[in-house]
C-alpha cells in the first residue's frame, strides 16, 4: 500500500482522509476552511436503496465504510454545488439492518432573518430531484438513496476557540503546523505555505 497518513489504496490512486493531500496522501492541505463550523447545519437522513449493509461498514477505519462513505459523498454533493449555502455532506456509519445514512449538512451563516427551517425543506427536496441511476441494483455505478429527514439547527456558541478548532480539524502528523487566520467572511487554518497569508512563504522553493 502505498499511501501515507491513513490513506487507502483504491488500485489506481489513493483517497486521502479529509484535509490530507499529494498523490500518496503525504501532505497536509494548505488551507482548510473552517467558515462552515460557525454558522447553522441541517441534519438530514437519507435511505440508500441499493448497498447491502455489512457490520464493516459500520467501522469507520474499515476500507468498505471509506468507499461508502466516498460514494455517499459523490452522490449527495452535486445538486447543491452552486447553490445559497454550500452545504458540506459528513457521513456516519449506517445504520443496522439496512444503509440508513444521517449526515449533516453544515451552512455558510444565513442572513438573521433568513428561515432555517425553509432552508432544510429545500434541501431534502433539492435532494430527492437529484438525478438517480436507472438501474438500482445492487451492482449500480452509484447510489439511489431517498432523503427522508432534515432538521435545522442553528449553530450555538462555539465550545472551541479558534485555535482549538484549528488543532481539531488539522491532520492529526501536521496539527503542530496550523494556525487559525481570519477573513471577512470566515475562518480558516492555515500554515506558512499558505498563500496569501501574511508571512507565508513558497514551500516549493528552496
Sequence with gaps: DPCL???LWMGTACLCPPN???????FGATTINLTAE???FVTMMARVTNRDFSEDMGDTSSPRHWRFAEEFRRTVRPPWVGAPGSP???PVP???GSVVVNYRVRLRPLPTNASLERRALELLAVTNAAPQPHNCSTAADGLCFTATSARATRAATPALNDTELCRRHAPAN???FYFPYRTANGLLCVTNCTLNVPGAFDCHRG
Design 5 to 7: 497518513n491513513g490513506g
Design 88 to 90: 458540506n455532506a459528513h
Design 38 to 40: 460557525l454558522g447553522p
Design 94 to 96: 449506517p445504520s443496522r
Design 174 to 176: 501536521f496539527s503542530r
Design 20 to 26: 490530507m493531500d499529494g498523490p500518496r496522501c503525504e
